[in-house]
C-alpha cells in the first residue's frame, strides 16, 4: 500500500488510483483541445448556464463528495461542507459577474481625421486549453478560482488534482463532465512527473498551485514551451496585534485563520506580532481557546482535522520542536493527539526570528506569538519574510489599521479579519515575493486564460495619407502632426489641408502604376 492511500484521520487505507500515462494525458489534452472549438463558438451567457448547472449538481452531491474529503483529508463533513461545497452557486454567480466585465469586447475611439472610417475593438479571445495542477489543502475548492473563469472564457481544461487527493479531485472533474460537452474537460492523475508531462503536452497556459520550490520547476518549464504560468504559491502570513484590539474577537478571529482547516491553507496566520503591553492577557486566552478546539475524528462536528499526511505532520514536528529548543514556550498543544496525523492545536508565545517557525511555512495548526514594543516593529518583522500573501492589523481604530495594512507588503491586506476573502470570486487572491505573481479570482484573473485579439476594420475608400509615396507634403504633414502632438491649434488646419493633398498624390500613384 502506498503512503499516499491512506486516511489521515486514522490510518486506515483507501483503495489506489491509477496514475496517468504519458500517452493518457496526451490525449487528455487533444480531446479537450476537440471540444474546446464547439465550446467558444457559445455564447458567454450560454457557458455561464451550463456552468450554474454544474454548480447545482455539486451542491446535489454534497454528501457524497463529503464522505470522499473525509477519507481523504480526515475532516468531519461539516467541515468540508462549510470550506468547500456551499457557497458553489454562489461562487459560480460571482465568477460570471466578474468574467462578464473581463470578457467584455473594448470598442477603442479612433480620431477620424488621422484615421478615417476604421472600427477597432479589442476582442478577449480563449487560449485553448489550460493545464490546472492543484495541492491537497483544498482539494475541491482549490481548482474553483481557476476552473470556472477558464471555463467561462471559452476554454478546454485539463485537471491534476494532487497525488495525496486524486478522488476528491476526480469527483469534481466527473460533476463538471457530466454537464459539459465530452472531453472538454480531462483529468490526469499522478506525481509530479504527470505535472510535468501535462506542461509539455501542448497545452495553451498552466495554472499552478502549490509549494514554492515546485513552482519554479514550473514557472521554468511553462518559460521553455513560451506559454504563460500563473503561480499561487506559499505563505508565512502575519497578523498584527495593536494593544487597542477589540481582545475577545482578536482572540477568536487569530485562532480561526490560524487553525481552520489545520493550518493548512496558504494564508493561514502563522506569526502573530503583539504589542507587548497586551501580550500577557492576549495569548493566555489564545492559548486556552485553543486548547478548547476539538480535533477530528469526533462524534459530530470537530473544528479542524489532522494533517492530511505523515510528510506534513513530520514538518510540523520538526519545526516546534525548533522553537521549544531555542526558548519558545508551549502555551497549548505542541503534540500529536494519537490519532492518525493527527496534531494538537499549539500556540508559542516568545517565538522569534531564529526559529524556523517564525520564518518557514509551517502549514499545520501552529500558531508562533511574536512580542514586539510596538505597532512599527510589528511591520518591520511582519514585512521581513520571503512571503506575502495575507496581512492583517486587529485594532479599534480602523482609520490607523488602513493605514498600516497597507504598508503590509501582502496581496491581500485586512483590519480586523484574515484569509476569508479566499472565497470571494470579485477580490483577486494573489501575492508578493515568494507567493508567486499569480492573480486568481475577480476580472484581474484572466491574463493568463485569455489573450486580447485587435480587430480592425478599414471602410473607407481612399488610401491612408501616409502611404507611399514620400514628397514634400508628407514632411511638411511630419511637421505639422509633431506641431499638434506638442498642442498648437494651428496645426490641426494645416494638417487637414495637407491631408487631401497627400491622398489626391497617392490616388495619382495607384493610377500610374
Ligand atoms: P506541491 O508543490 O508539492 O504540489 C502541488 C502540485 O504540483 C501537486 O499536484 C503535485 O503533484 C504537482 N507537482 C509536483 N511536482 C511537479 C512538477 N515538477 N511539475 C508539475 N507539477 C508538479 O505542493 P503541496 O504540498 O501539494 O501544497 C502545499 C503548498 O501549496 C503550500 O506551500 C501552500 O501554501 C500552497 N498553496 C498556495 C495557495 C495559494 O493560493 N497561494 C493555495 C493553496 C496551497
Not at 63 to 81: A, K, N, Y
Not at 251 to 276: D, F, K, P, T
Not at 296 to 317: C, R
Request: charged residues 25%; glycine residues 10%; contains cysteine.
Amino acid at each position: 500500500m502506498s503512503e499516499l492511500d491512506i486516511c489521515p484521520a486514522d490510518e486506515s487505507p483507501l483503495p489506489p488510483v491509477d496514475y496517468s500515462s504519458p500517452d493518457d494525458v496526451k490525449r487528455a489534452v487533444e480531446q479537450a483541445r476537440k471540444a474546446q472549438r464547439a465550446w467558444a463558438e457559445q455564447s458567454i451567457g450560454e457557458r455561464a448556464e451550463r456552468l450554474l448547472a454544474v454548480a447545482q449538481r455539486i451542491l446535489e452531491g454534497q454528501d457524497e463528495i463529503c464522505r470522499i474529503l473525509e477519507q481523504e483529508t480526515g475532516r468531519s463533513p461539516t467541515e468540508s461542507r462549510m470550506t468547500e461545497i456551499a457557497t458553489t452557486a454562489d461562487y459560480v454567480k460571482g465568477v460570471i459577474r466578474a468574467g462578464m466585465k473581463a470578457l467584455a469586447p473594448e470598442r477603442i475611439k479612433l480620431s477620424a481625421l488621422d484615421f478615417p472610417g476604421k472600427k477597432v475593438v479589442v476582442e478577449v479571445v480563449p487560449r485553448g486549453v489550460i493545464g490546472i495542477i492543484a495541492p491537497w489543502n483544498y482539494p475541491v475548492s482549490n481548482f474553483y478560482k481557476s476552473v470556472w473563469p477558464a471555463l467561462l472564457a471559452g476554454n478546454g481544461v485539463v485537471l491534476k488534482p494532487s497525488e495525496h487527493t486524486p478522488r476528491s479531485g476526480a469527483w469534481l472533474a466527473a460533476q463538471l463532465a457530466a454537464e459539459l460537452q465530452d472531453g472538454l474537460v480531462g483529468l490526469v492523475q499522478g506525481e509530479g512527473d504527470v505535472g510535468q508531462a501535462l506542461i509539455d503536452s501542448g497545452i495553451d497556459s498552466i495554472v499552478f498551485t502549490g509549494s514554492v520550490p515546485t513552482g519554479r520547476r514550473v514557472a521554468l518549464a511553462a518559460a521553455q514551451r513560451l506559454i504563460p504560468s500563473s503561480l499561487e504559491l506559499g505563505g508565512k502570513d502575519a497578523a498584527i496585534v495593536l494593544a487597542d484590539c477589540d481582545m475577545p474577537r482578536t482572540v477568536a478571529g487569530v485562532l480561526q485563520w490560524s487553525m481552520h482547516n489545520a493550518g493548512q491553507n496558504c494564508a493561514a496566520i502563522e506569526r502573530v506580532y503583539v504589542e507587548e503591553a497586551i501580550a500577557d492577557g492576549f495569548v493566555d486566552k489564545l492559548g486556552k481557546a485553543a486548547q478548547r478546539l476539538k480535533v477530528a475524528p469526533q462524534d459530530g462536528p470537530s473544528d479542524l482535522g489532522p494533517l492530511q499526511n505523515a510528510a506534513q505532520l513530520a514538518i510540523v514536528e520538526a519545526q516546534v520542536t525548533d522553537a521549544k529548543e531555542k526558548g519558545a514556550r508551549v502555551v497549548s498543544g505542541g503534540e500529536r493527539t494519537g490519532r492518525g496525523f493527527g496534531y494538537q492545536p499549539t500556540v508559542l508565545d516568545g517565538c522569534g526570528d531564529e526559529m524556523r517557525v517564525v520564518r518557514e511555512e509551517t502549514f499545520g495548526p501552529v500558531v508562533a506569538v511574536v512580542r514586539v514594543k510596538d505597532a512599527e516593529e510589528a511591520l518591520r518583522r511582519a514585512n521581513d519574510s520571503p512571503y506575502g500573501l495575507n496581512g492583517s492589523v486587529w485594532t479599534r481604530n480602523i482609520e490607523r489599521g488602513e493605514a498600516l495594512a497597507r504598508r503590509l507588503e501582502v496581496g491581500v491586506a485586512l483590519v480586523n479579519n484574515h484569509s476569508f476573502t479566499g472565497i470571494l470570486p470579485e477580490t483577486p487572491w494573489t501575492g508578493v515575493k515568494d507567493t508567486g505573481p499569480g492573480i486568481a479570482a475577480s476580472r484581474h484573473a484572466y491574463t493568463h486564460l485569455v489573450r486580447p485579439r485587435t480587430l480592425l476594420v478599414d471602410r473607407s475608400k481612399k488610401p491612408d495619407p501616409f502611404w507611399f509615396p514620400a514628397n514634400a507634403d508628407l514632411e511638411q504633414m511630419s511637421l505639422a502632426l509633431v506641431e499638434r502632438n506638442k498642442g498648437s491649434f494651428m496645426a490641426l488646419f494645416k494638417l487637414a489641408g495637407l491631408l487631401g493633398k497627400r491622398v489626391k498624390a497617392i490616388r495619382q500613384r495607384i493610377a500610374d502604376s
